[in-house]
């Protein structure tokens, strides 16, 4: 396999702001991330949305990758865009590939985990998938310059806020069944605490009291794995909160991606 080339949305921010990477959560691929990229331009930062290896925009790999890999290769394209040391934030699926970069990695200098997955119950629940075949999802990638024109002609035909469940039908749609399956089997498989000891870096836990891929319990296991980590809930809220709570997101990480305030709505308890 040849170097893979990423794509990433690039939001408008004022000049000279912070850098901070958005790693968007199973699938769902950067311009879910949109709405939150936003939201935190309004507190000085100028966020960058990546689409993974094999989603969105990015190459296609022939085979789907397992959390560890794209941690991988996020670290080296980090390192080639002059972006570290990156104040990276990973949401959902994106919160295990995050994680891996920053324990793996020395090139993160904050980092924030929303609505991190999965949960131990989770993830037993969803065991099964384990008899899933690995590396599934074989495809070319001479196809690539045709399904790329296709994917900005149905992004252009949803316009600027189309609704979540469109954006993720089109996302499954243009990554392939079987890819998007074998990198669900790898979430299932990967646990996230396994590489926060390595993590250096600031880190704050973003867990929305109605998300039911996380807990309260589970938010605080991984906090205590940290050398510096802390943790806040979101009231209200569920997994779709980078979406449709994308306000609220941004004014708990935004201070504490520019300046490391501790200021939060709601302390996790």
């Known amino acids: 396999m040849g170097p893979l080339r990423l794509h990433a949305l690039l939001s408008d921010g004022p000049a000279g702001a912070p850098p901070v990477v958005l790693l968007p959560g199973l699938v769902t691929a950067s311009r879910s991330m949109v709405p939150l990229a936003r939201a935190l331009t309004r507190h000085g930062l100028r966020p960058w949305i990546l689409d993974p290896a094999g989603f969105g925009y990015s190459d296609k790999p022939p085979h789907a990758l397992a959390i560890r890999e794209q941690a991988d290769i996020v670290a080296e394209w980090l390192q080639v865009e002059g972006l570290t040391p990156a104040r990276l934030l990973g949401n959902s699926a994106g919160s295990q590939v995050a994680a891996a970069v920053a324990g793996r990695h020395d090139v993160v200098s904050r980092l924030v ?157």
Request: charged share 25%.
């Open 113 to 269: 985990l929303l609505s991190p997955t999965l949960r131990p119950a989770v993830r037993s629940a969803l065991s099964w998938m384990r008899a899933v075949p690995a590396r599934t999802g074989r495809c070319h990638r001479p196809g690539g310059g045709i399904r790329v024109r296709l994917l900005e002609a149905v992004h252009d035909r949803l316009g600027d806020e189309p609704s979540l469940r469109a954006l993720n039908v089109i996302s499954y749609a243009f990554a392939g069944l079987p890819r998007a399956v074998s990198t669900a089997r790898y979430a299932v498989e990967e646990k996230l605490e396994r590489d926060l000891p390595g993590v250096r870096a600031p880190t704050l836990l973003v867990r929305a009291d109605r998300d039911p891929l996380s807990s309260a319990s589970w938010v605080r296991h991984l906090t205590d794995r940290l050398a510096d980590g802390r943790s806040v809930r979101l009231p209200d809220v569920n997994h779709t909160a980078f979406y449709l709570a994308a306000e609220t997101v941004a004014n708990v990480v935004g201070p504490f991606l520019t300046d490391g305030s501790r200021t939060t709505p709601s302390a996790d308890g």
